[in-house]
C-alpha cells in the first residue's frame, strides 16, 4: 500500500537540488523508497518463516515437514532476498544521498528514514563484497569436482549470484556484479553531477558502451 498521508506528514521535507525538484522527488528515503522498502520488507518476512521451518524439521522429527523438502524451498527463497536486493542498489544509494544531504532527526519517522537507509547501505557493502568473494572461491575449486560438486550444494541459496553466467574466468561470472557496479556509477552520477549534464552525460555514455563492450 501507499504510504499513509499521516506518516508523511510526519517527515520534515527538506530542500533538494532544483533537478530533483521539478520532479517531485522528496528528500526522505523513507518517502522514495516506501514501495521497494514494503516488498524487501515482505520478502524477508517469508525468508524468515521458512528458515524457522528449516530450523524445526531439522531439530525436531515431524510429519509431512522434512528437512528434504524445507531446504529446498528456503535455498529457493534465499535466491529470491539476494535477486530483490539487488534490484534496488541503485535506488537505495540514490535515496540515501538525498537523505543523507540534510539529515533530520526531528520527529520518529524521520529519524527511522535516515537508519534504514544507513542499514540498507552497510548491508549492501557487506554483501558486494562477500559476493566478490564467493566467485573467488568458485574459481578456485573449479577444477576439481568433487570440491565444486560441494561448494555448490553448499551455496544452492546464492545460485542467483554465480550459477547461470559463464565460468570460464573470474570477470564472465562476474555479470551480476559488474551490472550492479553500473547501476550504482549510474544513480551515484544521477545524484552528484545534477550541475554538469554535459560531463554527467558523457559518464553515463562511457559507462553504456563499457556495459555493452562487456
Known sequence: PDMPN???????EEPVPYVFEKRDV???FLINFWQSLGMLFLVM???AVVKGLEWVSGTMK???LSHAMTGPVRAYVQNFVFAQLYSVYGDILLFSILEFREPNFSTSWSRFSFFSALILLCLMLILLPVHILLIRNYQKVKSNPQA???FVDNHKGNFVVFNDFKDYSFVR???MLMLT???LIFSLLLATMF???LIESTFILCLNIAMVAY
Open 148 to 150: 565444486l560438486s560441494q
Open 26 to 28: 522528496p528528500s526522505s
Open 62 to 64: 515431524i510429519r509431512y
Open 6 to 12: 499521516s506518516v508523511q506528514q510526519q517527515i520534515p
Open 173 to 175: 561470472q562476474s555479470f
Open 181 to 183: 557496479a553500473r547501476d
Open 45 to 47: 518476512i517469508i525468508f
Open 195 to 197: 550541475d554538469h549534464p
